[in-house]
């Protein structure tokens, strides 16, 4: 069955989506290396794969002490805290992963895809080697994208024009796709909740 360029802007929008600068590494692809999902799995660097799975041993452990307090509390409190130092540890690791040969700006992402920025041509329809980096939520995803729409985005600091590109996943493993949906309501959460603050403070004044 072909999927038209139209299917691929659906199933972008199927997910939420919102904006948030990041760090992505961008590497085209040939279609001789898009040929199954298993491969892109081979490919998968372990960094990713390790990250992947310490956050999800981490929400799976943590999640039903939420609700016991006092001394329980306390312990939570503390492996709380040493989930903390395993993250920083791992973040450090992935990192070493970000190429700043193929580095971009990303400006938003959800469940569906993400946009980024650049000043360098891609051709719609071409399929890309993906690596997302969100550090306000551990967030270190591997995955295949396909770039489906670009619009010029002038560059404030310089005369030059940027291209703003949309990207959708054509390769990325299920518990990659659920981190990316809970980051970018987290980012959501904490946004409403910045605004409801600075709304609060402007009415006390």
């Not at 960094?47 to 799976?60: H, K, R, V």
């Not at 903390?84 to 190429?99: A, F, N, S, T």
Request: glycine share 4%.
């Amino acid at each position: 069955m072909t999927t038209t360029n139209q299917d691929k802007h659906d199933q972008f929008n199927e997910f939420f989506s919102i904006a948030h600068n990041f760090t992505v590494n961008v590497t085209p692809l040939n279609d001789t290396q898009v040929t199954s999902y298993q491969s892109f799995l081979d490919a998968i660097p372990t960094p990713f794969l390790m990250a992947s799975e310490i956050s999800s041993l981490d929400q799976a452990a943590l999640k039903p002490l939420q609700a016991l307090s006092g001394v329980a509390g306390q312990l939570i409190d503390y492996l709380n805290h040493q989930a903390r130092k395993i993250d920083l540890l791992m973040d450090y690791i992935v990192q070493q992963q970000d190429e700043s040969n193929k580095r971009y700006q990303g400006v938003s992402f959800g469940g569906g895809g993400f946009t980024f920025v650049c000043d360098q041509p891609f051709t719609i329809g071409t399929f890309i080697e993906v690596k997302l980096f969100i550090p306000t939520d551990n967030c270190a995803i591997y995955c295949y994208g396909e770039i489906i729409n670009h619009t010029a985005q002038p560059d404030n600091e310089t005369t030059s024009t940027q291209q703003e590109y949309q990207v959708v996943y054509h390769f990325i493993r299920d518990e990659d796709r659920d981190a990316l949906v809970r980051a970018s309501l987290h980012k959501q959460s904490k946004d409403l909740q910045a605004l409801a603050a600075k709304r609060r403070q402007k009415e006390a004044e």
